[in-house]
């Protein structure tokens, strides 16, 4: 409708149209590259006063996936004899032998071979070769080389409007050729390949056109994609993120995936490019929504459309702790970081063999030591159900490979654990060593302890963090970047306790500093 509109075209002409100069597809599956042929064919001829079925324009559909199997001179055979060709034949033959693991990460236009070739002139070069071979072996190489050619051709182009759910996969469970490939040609974003092509989509775009993406959220908080995230707030526009949470997809099940929908576009000054975004502001300013507290997808879907839309200034996101993109504004508060460090815990890289109950070490003293852990809620004395063999730091569990030492500049001191997941429950910490799901952190002064200990047990704090770090688990480091009112947490301490904090004791057994004392099992008379 949109082309009948602005050229005055007919049902059909204007499909045709879109068919010809609109619509773009690229997918690493042959057989989705056949759906989505097939589908866009369907609704082309149904689409009313369209002429229903009959023949339509080629489709800009193509495998960004498919590889080249025959050997490279009898593929370079199809360059007729001409230079060029022959050399764009040449790269096509080594490139894309690694297509089914890179797909549409391959760029042709960064190559060598588009200084010397058009890719739509070497698909019509290898049209004209394909006519001329009446070899049958040859003409199956010039098919497959025709196909390669369409989808440089898609690769190397440039569009308005990019929109695509990215592939997610952790740079830890990519392969040797893949980790290569993202290091070194997308190095802030190697972290995972759904922030990858991220930036391949942006690279697909003009300047000012505009990537629409559904991809994980996690890369707007983790520090590990600190450099990545100030790349984009620095050099692109950003202008929705709706922040979905888990359950978003009626036919993905589970909470792994918790997504987010961004549009955002490339280079900042899309007013003056003609981009999607046409009246961007110099002071860019960012739309955000959050459905992530409704559980099901069409619960989500209704209240896409009435949650309130919030606003934040772009510039803004870079001066928020390692420039992690927060829908809310942050209070501009001094962070607790001033007051106090987070430290991770110890992973003994075999937990069934290094840590037990404190109740089944025969022998606590004699190699293991007390081990405190994560805890479900709050408390004053909790985590301290497990000891570890720690053997002096001499002994067997620091030869493992998979075993981290962490911690040690809390070892000793007084502060709190935090436990990294949930609701982030605290207890305090008396300098045991601490398990890597319970970070412990430490204030620089203990006079300050109580004055944490009331702030981190405090539904404020968890939302603080929550609102920088939505993460399964959330980092030791973002514990203490949080906006902290220490003159307020102060008074609230000196209310509460004015005596200080408790010393360690617990009327529960299965915590090493239980008492013994029967009194706690005994029901006494009025």
Request: charged residues 25%.
């Amino acid at each position: 409708p949109m082309r009948m509109e602005l050229d005055g075209l007919t049902a059909r002409e204007a499909v045709d149209a879109a068919l010809r100069e609109n619509i773009h597809g690229l997918e690493i599956d042959q057989r989705c590259v056949e759906l989505a042929a097939f589908a866009l064919a369907l609704t082309a001829w149904r689409y009313p006063g369209a002429g229903g079925y009959r023949i339509l324009p080629e489709l800009n559909v193509a495998c960004s996936g498919l590889s080249v199997s025959v050997a490279k001179e009898e593929w370079k055979q199809l360059g007729l004899g001409k230079r060029n060709l022959t050399i764009a034949l040449d790269w096509m033959h080594d490139t894309f032998k690694d297509a089914p693991v890179l797909g549409s990460l391959l760029n042709p236009a960064k190559t060598d071979a588009a200084k010397l070739v058009q890719w739509d002139e070497l698909s019509s070069a290898l049209e004209q070769a394909l006519k001329q071979e009446q070899r049958e072996e040859h003409q199956e190489v010039a098919v497959v080389a025709q196909g390669l050619t369409k989808a440089a051709t898609l690769l190397a182009g440039r569009y308005q409007w990019v929109i695509t759910n990215v592939p997610y996969l952790a740079r830890g469970k990519q392969n040797q050729r893949l980790q290569d490939f993202c290091e070194r040609h997308y190095p802030a974003a190697k972290s995972d390949l759904a922030t990858v092509f991220l930036d391949r989509c942006l690279e697909l775009c003009v300047l000012g056109g505009t990537s629409s993406i559904v991809l994980p959220q996690n890369w707007l908080f983790l520090t590990g994609y600190k450099k990545f995230r100030e790349k984009l707030l620095k050099n692109d526009t950003w202008h929705l993120i709706a922040r979905l949470g888990p359950g978003a997809f009626e036919t993905i099940s589970g909470e792994v995936v918790k997504a987010i929908l961004i549009s955002l576009s490339r280079s900042n000054s899309t007013k003056d490019t003609g981009g999607l975004f046409g009246n961007a502001d110099d002071d860019n300013l960012i739309r955000g929504v959050n459905v992530s507290e409704f559980r099901s997808a069409a619960e989500k879907a209704d209240h896409l459309l009435k949650t309130e839309i919030k606003t934040v200034e772009q510039a803004k996101q870079l001066e928020n702790p390692d420039a992690r993109v927060v829908i809310d504004i942050l209070q501009e508060e001094t962070l607790l970081l001033k007051y106090a460090d987070g430290f991770k815990g110890l992973s003994t890289g075999d937990l069934s063999r290094f840590i037990h109950l404190f109740w089944e070490a025969v022998n606590i003293g004699n190699g293991w030591v007390p081990y405190q852990g994560s805890i479900r809620e709050s408390n004053f004395f909790d985590g301290r159900s497990q000891v570890l063999l720690w053997e002096s730091g001499s002994g067997a569990m620091v030869t493992q490979s998979s075993c981290y030492i962490k911690g040690r500049q809390a070892w000793g001191k007084k502060g709190l654990t935090i436990t990294q997941m949930g609701s982030l429950p605290a207890t305090l910490y008396e300098g045991d060593m601490f398990d890597e799901n319970a970070a412990a952190v430490v204030p620089y002064d203990d006079i300050n302890r109580a004055i944490l200990y009331c702030f981190v047990t405090s539904t404020d704090y968890s939302e603080l963090v929550r609102q920088i770090d939505a993460a399964l688990k959330v980092t030791n480091k973002t514990l203490v970047k949080v906006p902290f009112d220490f003159e307020h947490w102060s008074k609230v301490a000196t209310d509460k306790y004015p005596n200080g904090l408790p010393n360690p004791y617990s009327d529960d057994p299965t915590q090493w500093i239980f008492h013994g004392h029967p009194c706690g099992s005994v029901i006494w008379d009025d």
